[in-house]
């Protein structure tokens, strides 16, 4: 054991034993502790039933447990208790404020007639309840046929809120929601409520129950959605020790993350995984990163970071139908924090390992109906291991830092203005400064770029209409880290400007069933100067419409109808043509805690600017008088996929216990690939813009091969004991195609066959916390080109093994000083060395150290 | 002693603090290549400058060849590598006027291998910028066998001696850990005294292709210059013919001793491979070298020796027909070389394998197959049929064909 191993391992145990006092996934816990006091309370043992209530409060403060609790209170008699619940509710300014108020009025009368006059003999609290409900017992009966009415009309709510009602939506509002305004207005308010980053995460009618709003632009309960979600919440992210959103990645079920460098991550879901990944769309807030000139996201070059996110939400599957291109094996929508939801200030220092800094600052604030984010971070970090030593006679470092794996500094401001609560105005804006690794395709391998990242965002509500508009900006320079020496530079500059605004409109009604209908238009214009483009300077302007409705047939059955349609100015054979992307979904809700679902889909990735307009003489290493010219196609077809899937969620909150299991079947067809590389005609063969001659072309082209892939996804979140949590998952998947040869499909071979997820944590209560993950990934082999070592001027597919490798990370918390600071050791990548590209890093172990303050 | 108050706060800061310390690495990351082949190689470079001193215009060519491997005229090598030297960059504003310079510019070739190198260019010259019809544009194409090499107008030249002339042998050694050490300042001199006189000796073959070497022990081919214009800018007068005397003594050379000078342009008949295209027999990746694997034929001393054949027959031109014209009346060599309208080509049914060209090994048989037919002239320049202009080859490769250089030797 090294010196510096010894003084880690002392310093974590150090650490271990300074600790005092601290619990896991918060509401899991908070909601076996809820359905503990609900069931303790139908059996009349109030106290004990409380209890548990409170301790679910504790843990996670839902406005709908104090209701619960007053009730409780009041039907045990014991009216003193159930005003100060019912105040403690109304502290929270609940919608049904008014109707709650008028309660506790007539609650304070009954108290005061009773203060007045005893109770008489044998009168037992609390027994006027229906037997057999989940409920707690009625309040006595009204004076009035209007407060009767009122108090009817409460029930009703509780009762479906309790047992999951199907047209129970949250509201946009991010103050918690304990009952429900009318429902129309509330499924206004909550439509797309995920593009306003708010916290609708645990705000549901249904304490605790997990919510998502981006499976359906709007909010729901995980159990309704059409696809398979999984929701990774800040609690999740504190507790697991990632420092970046890629490795927060690796536990979601099915999602292939692959790592090059410590800023550079490809991630894809259920296969497809590839340098320049472009399968997945990423969406900040609902504003996308997806880079549409190279079709990739840049996870390092994100303007948020982890301490800013709210919340998760990962759609595995097709997401085209509501989200439109690159939407094709899934949406991963990363939430903010609501504007002026946490605490006003928190600093957060972190250092480490590969000489990692990190500090950022994060504050909420409101005044008035104004409430607002602000952020700034810095954050730089080493490589992990470098490809090329410095002083080389054949390469140049072309980085001024050649060990710097990423760079950044960044800075946010969110706010909204609520005029009402259906009406607000929100405006966004940040700016990221960073210098990371990105890996491009074919002959191209480590580039570096040095960028600058902003993005302005405005969102209006109006009521059942939402309005939304962006620029997403990317200027720097990027280019190849490492160059032969004497050979022509790629090195060249970048400047994309996007324009989006859309419109969505939503509402509910009664037409055969319960039906709430989403429609949406957008419109984008893409403006893409980059030096690898043929004319350098593109622009596009792509049109968009969608419709979804959610049709509540029969109680425990929806159909979920969607259909959007997109114009590209390309896909009609180099022409304006759109692309059709329908989906079906039918959930089934037998019982309380259960859903399954099937789902029939169909997704597309639009061409990027690369693969449209590239034209690049990529210099044949060793020959610099020879290139190799990669063209992009005008006349590509979209990918196009085509899913089914079958899914199964269910939760058993006694037992603190999540699952989802998924099959699925994706064709995909029409993947846009490079060509083998052709001959060009001799009088076309010399390039007098590189001065060299060209050896072929190399061109981006639709492959004829089918690909079917199929797979199972398991996945489970267990609290069993108040601070323990348990994560599980695996996934298996299998890639084929019609090729003649297995040997020639690259995405059969490069789709690993298994991947498994576990993790622990475990937060004591003496304010310590402890956290370990493991993802282990199967043994693949990666199809790549090069240049023949006897002839550099032949591009030869080599087959390039790579073992399977387990990532491992750990987190020990402790809290120094209540709300007040914290501090962490995490050490990542424990599970040793390893790659997961055969041109990526040697991962290597590091640890960090955190301080975050909250004064 | 009285221990000091601590809080919480400033033990768990403390805590930190020492785990921060002890977890900041400040070590650089450590260089590990990857699975990328080009990071799992050890090469230098060669770089200098380039020196033209000449009223030609265009791109300057360095090739990059194998000492163990001469070009023609001294060999049959190809060239490893190549640069291009851009004729804006080379000549700069001067690249519309006739002005002979100096003009430099920097050179380098990249990746290079520890070994023996020679330097070889030329500039491919716009001639007609000065001179009408016939002249060339620029019309260097690496990739084809017709196009790959200078045309009458070029500008040669290479890495010489400044005092003897002769061409240097740059060697990119390695150091004590085996790294490959660059070697900069090299100098690549053109100049108009190197300017390229005629064209390649493009020929078309008069005679029927067959060879049936179990009924004749030789084959007479008549060459016969072959124009082309276009994509392939070829017009040679005639064969340029003329007595080789290497060691410039004034007496022809007769290397193999048999009474009759040594002629320029040489002719090679060299076996083909059993592969589409034009491609040499145990040279598939065609660098002019003789492939690791490939076909062995028994020689007369010894058999197979295991090792893959240079298969060529034994062939040289008619000497009659150019000791007419390249003697005087006297019978002594004329000073300057001769045009003739045609080459007679004698092909005996002798083949051996040259794969050491100094020492050739007569085969007990000669292999059946097709063979291509090369006349070399003392400039290096070369012509060679089959070639990419076979109709069959020209159309895929945007060439215009022409039948007659489809022609191939059928030996049965």
């Known amino acids: 054991m090294t010196i510096p191993t010894v003084f880690r391992r002392g310093a974590l145990l150090a650490l271990c034993l300074c600790a005092t006092e601290a619990l896991a996934d918060a509401r899991l816990e908070a909601r076996r502790h809820f359905r503990n006091g609900m069931n303790l309370i139908e059996q009349k043992q109030f106290d004990e039933g409380i209890a548990e209530l409170e301790e679910a409060y504790k843990i996670k403060p839902h406005p709908s447990v104090l209701y619960n609790i007053a009730r409780a209170y009041q039907d045990a008699g014991r009216l003193p208790e159930a005003l100060d619940a019912f105040k403690r509710y109304l502290a929270a300014n609940p919608p049904d404020a008014a109707s709650v108020q008028a309660q506790v009025a007539r609650l304070e009368a009954t108290q005061q007639a009773a203060s007045a006059e005893a109770p008489p003999p044998g009168s037992t609290p609390g027994t006027?309840?229906?037997?057999?409900?989940?409920?707690?017992?009625?309040?006595?009966?009204?004076?009035?046929?209007?407060?009767?009415?009122?108090?009817?009309?409460?029930?009703?709510?509780?009762?479906?809120?309790?047992?999951?009602?199907?047209?129970?939506?949250?509201?946009?509002?991010?103050?918690?929601?304990?009952?429900?305004?009318?429902?129309?207005?509330?499924?206004?308010?909550?439509?797309?409520?995920?593009?306003?980053?708010?916290?609708?995460?645990?705000?549901?009618?249904?304490?605790?129950?997990?919510?998502?709003?981006?499976?359906?632009?709007?909010?729901?309960?995980?159990?309704?959605?059409?696809?398979?979600?999984?929701?990774?919440?800040?609690?999740?992210?504190?507790?697991?020790?990632?420092?970046?959103?890629?490795?927060?990645?690796?536990?979601?079920?099915?999602a292939d993350v692959m790592a090059l460098g410590v800023g550079s991550a490809n991630v894809s879901l259920r296969g497809f995984n590839q340098r320049l990944s472009n399968k997945v769309l990423v969406l900040v807030d609902g504003r996308t990163e997806y880079q549409d000139f190279i079709g990739l996201t840049v996870w390092a070059g994100l303007p948020i970071g982890l301490e800013e996110i709210d919340r998760i939400e990962v759609i595995r599957g097709p997401g085209s139908a509501l989200y439109g291109a690159n939407a094709m094996l899934g949406v991963i929508n990363i939430i903010t924090q609501a504007p002026g939801t946490g605490r006003r200030a928190r600093f957060s220092a972190m250092a480490g390992g590969g000489n990692t800094v990190q500090g950022s600052f994060v504050s909420h604030g409101q005044n008035g109906a104004l409430r607002y984010r602000a952020s700034a971070a810095y954050r730089q970090e080493d490589k992990w291991t470098r490809d090329y030593a410095s002083g080389r006679p054949d390469f140049a470092l072309r980085d001024e830092d050649p060990d710097l794996g990423t760079r950044g500094a960044r800075g946010n401001l969110s706010t909204v203005y609520t005029f009402s609560d259906d009406r607000s105005v929100g405006l966004s804006g940040g700016v990221h400064r960073y210098n990371t690794e990105i890996y491009p395709l074919g002959l191209l391998r480590n580039y570096s770029m040095d960028a600058l990242g902003a993005y302005a965002k405005g969102d209006v509500e109006l009521g059942a209409v939402k309005l939304k508009a962006f620029w997403n900006h990317l200027s720097g320079t990027a280019g190849p880290q490492y160059e032969a020496i004497g050979q022509r530079?790629?090195?060249?500059?970048?400047?994309?400007?996007?324009?989006?605004?859309?419109?969505?409109?939503?509402?509910?009604?009664?037409?055969?069933?319960?039906?709430?209908?989403?429609?949406?238009?957008?419109?984008?214009?893409?403006?893409?100067?980059?030096?690898?483009?043929?004319?350098?300077?593109?622009e596009e302007f792509h049109a968009a419409a969608f419709i979804q409705d959610e049709w509540r047939i029969v109680q425990p059955l929806r159909l979920v109808v969607s259909y959007r349609v997109d114009r590209h100015p390309l896909l009609d054979k180099g022409q304006p043509g759109i692309a059709q992307s329908p989906r079906l979904s039918a959930v089934f809700q037998p019982m309380e805690g259960h859903a399954f679902r099937a789902s029939v889909a169909t997704a597309f990735r639009e061409p990027t600017f690369l693969e449209s307009y590239t034209r690049l003489p990529v210099p044949v290493p060793g020959v610099n008088g020879v290139s190799v010219l990669t063209t992009g196609n005008r006349q590509l077809r979209p990918e196009r996929l085509n899913a089914l899937e079958l899914g199964w969620r269910g939760e058993s909150p006694r037992l603190g216990l999540d699952w989802d299991v998924a099959l699925y079947q994706n064709t995909v067809k029409d993947l846009i690939g490079l060509s083998p590389v052709q001959r060009l005609p001799a009088g076309e063969t010399y390039d007098s813009g590189s001065g060299s001659y060209l050896v072929g072309r190399s061109l981006f082209t639709n492959e004829n091969a089918i690909y079917t892939a199929r797979g199972a996804e398991a996945g489970i979140n267990l609290s069993p004991i108040d601070g323990l949590g348990i994560k599980a998952s695996a996934a298996y998947q299998h890639v084929s195609s019609d090729l003649p040869e297995e040997g020639q499909c690259g995405p059969c071979s490069q789709a690993p066959g298994f991947r498994l997820f576990g993790g622990i944590t475990y937060r004591t209560r003496k304010d310590l916390e402890f956290g370990v993950d493991a993802a282990f990934t199967s043994s693949t082999t990666w199809v790549e080109r090069e240049p023949a070592a006897t002839d550099p001027t032949r591009v030869d597919l080599l087959a390039n093994n790579l073992p399977a490798y387990t990532v491992v990370n750990a987190r020990v918390g402790y809290d120094v000083a209540k709300d007040f600071a914290s501090v962490a050791l995490m050490g990542s990548q424990l599970g040793g060395g390893h790659a997961e590209h055969p041109f990526g890093n040697r991962i290597e172990r590091r640890v960090f150290a955190t301080l975050t303050v909250t004064p | 002693m009285k221990r000091a108050p601590s809080s919480p706060f400033l033990r768990g800061l403390a805590a930190v603090t020492f785990a921060s310390l002890l977890a900041l690495g400040c070590d650089s990351p450590e260089v590990m290549p990857t699975a990328d082949g080009r990071q799992n190689t050890r090469a230098a470079r060669i770089e200098g400058s380039l020196v033209v001193q000449s009223s030609a215009r265009g791109n300057a060519i360095v090739f990059l060849y194998s000492a163990?491997?001469?070009?023609?005229?001294?060999?049959?090598?190809?060239?490893?590598?190549?640069?291009?030297?851009?004729?804006?960059?080379?000549?700069?504003?001067?690249?519309?006027?006739?002005?002979?310079g100096p003009f430099t510019a920097p050179f380098a070739l990249s990746l290079v291998a520890p070994g023996r190198y020679l330097l070889r260019g030329f500039i491919d010259a716009d001639t007609c910028r000065l001179i009408p019809q016939p002249c060339h544009v620029p019309d260097f194409n690496p990739f084809y066998g017709v196009t790959g090499e200078p045309n009458a107008g070029d500008v040669g030249g290479g890495s010489v001696d400044p005092a003897t002339g002769a061409a240097r042998i740059l060697e990119v050694t390695t150091d004590a850990d085996g790294w490959p050490q660059p070697l900069t300042g090299v100098s690549v001199s053109f100049g108009s005294t190197a300017t390229v006189p005629f064209d390649r000796p493009a020929f078309q073959v008069a005679e029927s292709r067959d060879f049936d070497t179990s009924s004749a022990t030789s084959k007479v081919l008549t060459l016969t210059p072959q124009q082309f214009t276009g994509a392939v800018d070829q017009r040679p007068p005639g064969f340029w013919v003329q007595l080789v005397d290497a060691n410039r003594d004034g007496i022809p050379d007769d290397a193999n001793a048999d009474g009759v000078p040594d002629f320029w342009p040489r002719v090679v008949v060299r076996k083909l491979a059993d592969v589409p295209g034009v491609v040499d027999e145990n040279d598939l990746d065609r660098n002019g070298l003789v492939d690791a694997e490939g076909v062995d034929y028994a020689r007369v001393n010894g058999g197979k020796d295991g090792k893959p054949d240079a298969v060529v027959l034994a062939a040289g031109l008619a000497p009659d027909p150019l000791l007419a014209a390249l003697l005087d009346d006297q019978g002594k060599p004329r000073p300057q070389p001769v045009f003739v309208p045609q080459l007679t080509v004698l092909i005996r049914a002798l083949a051996v394998d040259a794969r050491d060209p100094a020492a050739p090994a007569p085969l007990t048989a000669v292999p059946p197959g097709r063979y291509s037919v090369t006349l070399l002239q003392s400039t290096g320049q070369t012509w060679r049929v089959p070639n990419e202009l076979d109709p069959v080859l020209a159309e895929p490769a945007g060439l215009p064909g022409v039948a007659s250089q489809a022609f191939v030797l059928e030996v049965r």
């Open chain 1, 489 to 538: 530079s790629l090195v060249t500059n970048i400047a994309s400007n996007v324009f989006n605004g859309e419109a969505l409109y939503a509402r509910g009604f009664e037409l055969a069933g319960e039906h709430q209908v989403n429609i949406g238009v957008e419109g984008r214009l893409k403006r893409v100067a980059f030096g690898y483009l043929d004319g350098n300077l593109r």
């Open chain 1, 128 to 254: 006027t309840g229906t037997p057999g409900s989940n409920l707690p017992m009625p309040p006595p009966p009204p004076t009035s046929i209007q407060a009767q009415q009122q108090l009817a009309m409460l029930m009703e709510r509780l009762e479906k809120a309790v047992n999951r009602a199907e047209s129970l939506t949250a509201n946009a509002s991010p103050q918690p929601q304990a009952s429900a305004n009318a429902p129309a207005s509330n499924t206004a308010n909550s439509s797309d409520s995920a593009q306003q980053g708010d916290t609708s995460g645990d705000q549901g009618f249904v304490p605790y129950e997990e919510r998502v709003v981006t499976a359906s632009r709007r909010a729901q309960s995980s159990l309704e959605a059409p696809n398979a979600t999984t929701v990774i919440t800040s609690e999740d992210i504190r507790l697991s020790g990632a420092t970046t959103l890629p490795e927060l990645l690796r536990r979601v079920p099915g």
């Open chain 2, 68 to 100: 163990d491997a001469l070009p023609p005229p001294q060999g049959s090598g190809r060239p490893l590598a190549f640069t291009v030297i851009p004729a804006a960059e080379l000549f700069g504003a001067s690249l519309g006027d006739t002005s002979t």
